[in-house]
């Protein structure tokens, strides 16, 4: 399986972030693209740079604005002669006014984002484009005709909206991925998103189209983040009424209740018989991820790839959440593996 990977994920590095009340160095790190990569060589599979693409194609899912954000943000915040990362100090939370974009610059930091867990530093931008080529590379060998090719994205992606970002997400990857897909021409596309947590983005991103289905299992959101989004009566609206399908499932979640409701989600991308596959494909429902609770163990993830394999469908496979650092390699490559096959 090629894995389309760039080194300049690196330059987003360092920061901290305020996780469940407490400011705390950052789980989202470099050395989890490390570890995965050491896994991947152990394989033998080949290892690619991402193709370039104009920012345009961004813009096929991003609102010009956000993305105007992202790009000039942390000039603005050097031009007020400050270094380090930036996090937001104040949102526009109910009763606000959310029909303008302020002027200033902690104003529109704030307006942006939704949560303080997503430091911006100097090179964020420039890490996050990176990122979302690897997904839109690998996207473009799937219409051309790969079975499947895996992006090793970093930062990750699903969480991040068509003009928000949050839980480490700056550009929505898999929804990239997904557009991409259909400008190539196939019609139908199915997003699965297997991360412990909700991915609020592409469903931001997608609920009113019925051109991308989006299925997702994670934690319940009463009482996992991102907490707003992600219960079961979410079914998408408009055109995309009956499109979204989201599967929240309590803590202490194990192998034999994952594989049953990752059955009936299965179930649903077959009957809607997509003409190819995104997988948000989060590791993070592992039992030993510092930041999440369900109980998967390392002889789960091969049994994981194996199940979505057996859809058959011509798949992307783009990297999202993962944060036992140490683990993540064994855990990315056993659902890799398991989907390459023999």
Request: glycine content about 12%; some cysteine; charged content about 20%.
């Amino acid at each position: 399986m090629k894995t389309i990977h760039s080194p300049l994920h690196a330059l987003h590095d360092g920061g901290m972030e305020l996780h469940r009340g407490e400011l705390v160095p950052c789980f989202e790190m470099p050395a989890r693209v490390d570890h995965i990569l050491a896994a991947i060589a152990r394989t033998g599979w080949a290892v690619e740079a991402p193709r370039e693409y104009d920012d345009a194609v961004l813009a096929r899912v991003h609102d010009a604005d956000y993305l105007a954000f992202l790009r000039g943000a942390y000039a603005e915040w050097q031009a007020e002669g400050r270094d380090g990362f930036m996090l937001p100090g104040a949102f526009p939370a109910r009763g606000m006014r959310r029909d303008r974009v302020p002027a200033g610059l902690h104003a529109r930091l704030g307006y942006y984002a939704f949560d303080a867990g997503s430091p911006i530093m100097q090179g964020t931008w420039q890490a996050a484009r990176a990122s979302a080529f690897c997904a839109l590379t690998a996207a473009d060998l799937v219409a051309a005709g790969e079975r499947s090719a895996y992006a090793l994205c970093r930062p990750p992606g699903h969480h991040a909206g068509r003009a928000m970002f949050g839980g480490y997400c700056f550009l929505n990857n898999a929804a990239l991925a997904a557009q991409r897909l259909r400008d190539a021409g196939l019609a139908r596309i199915a997003v699965l998103d297997v991360d412990y947590h909700h991915g609020n983005g592409t469903q931001d991103i997608f609920r009113e189209r019925d051109d991308v289905l989006f299925v997702s299992i994670h934690g319940d959101p009463d009482t996992e983040y991102p907490f707003y989004l992600g219960y079961a009566d979410e079914r998408g609206a408009g055109a995309g009424e009956g499109y979204n399908h989201n599967f929240p499932l309590p803590r202490g979640t194990d192998w034999a209740r994952y594989a049953e409701t990752l059955e009936r989600a299965l179930g649903l991308v077959a009957d809607y018989a997509p003409q190819a596959l995104v997988v948000s494909l989060g590791v993070d429902i592992f039992e030993g991820d510092p930041i999440s609770q369900f109980r998967l163990g390392v002889e789960d993830f091969p049994r994981l790839g194996a199940r979505i394999a057996a859809l058959g469908l011509p798949t992307v496979l783009v990297q999202e959440g993962g944060y036992a650092v140490a683990g993540i390699g064994d855990n990315v490559v056993g659902v890799l593996a398991a989907f390459a096959g023999p």
